[in-house]
């Protein structure tokens, strides 16, 4: 048994064995002034028998045990043990006090060597459960006490009675290239302390990782876990401090709920944090209930993104092709090209479930790499029947802060011989204004190769004026959700009109996507928007139908009331 094991032992069972030791001490004791009585006296070796019971009291009971066990010795054999028992011959108090100073001395060194080794055990145990920046338990403590948890059957009334719920900071990275992990310390406390004044006095708060926070709770009448999660996001919207700054968290909060206990500990924690992914999705708490396999969709969706490589290399991707039409003249020279992912087994993957998590990769790199090339190989396919059309491209904020994205886009089109007024990338307004000055530049650059750079989903973001005019951007494709509502709600008319106007005054053109009937078509025309797309005017199509769709139309849409 090892030092570590023995005093591990001895502390979770410290009360039973000292109150079983005390006795035995003093019996010793009592046994070893017998045996020197008994011997001839003090003047033989057999009082050195009184230093096992010191050494066993200083070990038991630390330096105050071996302290107080070596006075008592020293008593019993002091002034009334004689030098022999034969003679009488009495001691003198040197004698017996220098011995019991000897009997301190190594009771007490013995107590403080054993209180430093079990202080010692007791920190390193601490620091296996503890997060030592923070202090706060961390990762292996939380699986522990899940592990600890009940795996009885649960009571009716508590369908769910166990809530794991982790809160991941989402804009970690951010914060920690800027300001260190110092920060990034002091802000995980910051949310420690709020989530504590939520929660009862009780409740353990866990980092399970640098950026992440978590919480096994029991749902009940009195914490109901939704309500629970709007009041953690509001705590959060407050700023974080950090010496004399204020910082904000991107707080995302997933919570898995499950009735018993069926799998390892981490299992629980994984489904927590896939929650948490899919709540920044949703930009919402997300409550993922388990039991008895119901996580197989969120298992699916997590394994799409190792599916997707495979996918790249299979060449299970397509592109298909929006058209946009010309609003003055009806011309069909532009298209989005839109990627559609038909998979072997899984049958057609929506691009809602596959895109977003790839944004999050390095994955997103090559599906632009791969939508780019397809969208130019295309061009050049079209060009060779006889008509010629602008294709765009969706790309992401992640494309942007590559650095050879430039000279990729660059190779493609020398690849295709082509230039770049065969070529629009569109980018949504959020994702520009993530680092709007390396936007700038690099879209700048783009420009420069003839390439048309266009804001996608403009009216949902929040990018500025300011902004807007600095980047080089020729067009502002206005979202769906005004266009679906035009022919019925003035306010979505009333703020369509206002972006045409302002776009036409900086020298931009508008797109309208979205649109689903003849009204609202009509509607864009009045207000003088410059294109249109949407399910009215043709659903994306594989480039082989869009071709026989643009050539039944003579290059020129004519919408059905015209006819």
């Known amino acids: 048994m090892s030092i570590s094991t023995f005093y591990r032992w001895v502390d979770q069972h410290k009360r039973r064995i000292q109150t079983l030791a005390t006795p035995l001490i003093l019996t010793f004791m009592i046994a070893v002034y017998f ?12 009082s050195h028998s009184m230093y096992l019971p010191i050494v066993f009291s200083a070990v038991l009971f630390g330096a105050l045990g071996g302290f107080t066990t070596a006075i008592i010795g020293g008593l019993i054999l002091g002034p009334f043990v004689p030098i022999d028992t034969l003679t009488g011959e009495a001691q003198l108090t040197i004698n017996w006090v220098f011995r019991m100073g000897f009997f301190v001395l190594i009771g007490t060194t013995v107590g403080l060597a054993s209180d430093g080794i079990r202080s010692y055990i007791k920190h390193l145990r601490w620091s296996v459960r503890h997060d030592n920046a923070s202090y706060l338990p961390n990762r292996f403590a939380l699986e522990a006490d899940i592990k600890a948890l009940s795996t009885g059957e649960p009571k009716k009334e508590e369908k769910y009675p166990y809530c794991l719920t982790l809160i991941s900071l989402a804009n970690s990275k951010e914060i920690e290239t800027s300001f260190g992990m110092t920060a990034l310390d002091h802000i995980l406390m910051q949310m420690s302390s709020r989530i504590k004044k939520e929660t009862q006095a009780e409740t353990v708060v866990y980092r399970t990782s640098s950026d992440q926070l978590c919480l096994l709770l029991k749902e009940s009448k009195e914490l109901e876990i939704k309500n629970f999660c709007k009041r953690l996001r ?16 991107d707080i995302q909060i997933g919570v898995v709920k499950f009735d018993r206990i069926l799998q390892s500990p981490s299992y ?15 930009n919402a708490p997300n409550i993922l209930e388990l039991n008895h396999g119901s996580d197989s969709a969120i298992v699916e969706n997590i394994e799409l993104l190792g599916r997707l490589k495979e996918a790249l290399d299979s060449k299970q991707l397509k592109l298909h092709y929006q058209p946009k039409i010309d609003l003055n003249t009806g011309a069909i020279k532009h298209a989005e090209a839109l990627m559609r992912w038909h998979h072997p087994t899984l049958g057609a993957i929506p691009p809602t479930k596959f895109i977003p998590r790839a944004e999050r990769s390095t994955l997103i790199n090559r599906l632009t790499e791969f939508a780019i090339d397809e969208a130019l190989r295309q061009v050049v396919r079209w060009k060779k029947v006889g008509f010629s059309l602008k294709v765009a491209v ?14 990729q886009v660059m190779t493609l089109l020398n690849k295709h011989g082509l230039d770049g007024s065969s070529l629009e990338l569109e980018l949504t307004e959020n994702s520009l204004m993530h680092n709007v000055n390396n936007a700038i530049e690099v879209l700048t650059k ?51 009109d206002a972006a045409v ?3 036409h005054k900086i ?33 994306p199509l594989p480039a082989s139908d869009f071709a026989k769709w643009r050539t039944q139309l003579g290059g020129v849409y004519h919408s059905p009331s015209a006819d």
């Open 35 to 46: 045996i020197v009585i008994n011997t001839g006296g003090i003047k033989y070796v057999f």
């Open 234 to 249: 509001k705590y959060f919207q407050e700023p974080f401090r950090f010496n004399a700054l204020q910082l904000h968290g």
């Open 268 to 282: 629980y924690i994984q489904k927590a944090s896939a929650a948490a992914l899919q709540a920044e999705i949703a």
């Open 394 to 407: 969706n790309i992401s904020a992640q494309n942007l802060t590559q650095p050879s994205f430039v000279y």
């Open 446 to 496: 783009l420009t420069k190769l003839g390439i048309v750079v266009s804001i996608d989903d403009f009216g949902t973001g929040y990018s500025s004026l300011q902004y807007l005019q600095k980047l080089p951007v020729s067009i502002i494709k206005i979202d769906k959700s005004f266009i679906l509502n035009l022919a019925t709600d003035d306010g979505s008319r009333y703020i369509v």
């Open 501 to 503: 106007n302002l776009a």
């Open 507 to 539: 020298d931009m053109k508008v797109v309208a996507e979205g649109v689903e009937d003849q009204q609202s078509l009509n509607i864009l025309k009045e207000i003088g928007c410059d294109y249109a797309q949407g399910f009215f005017i043709s659903h």
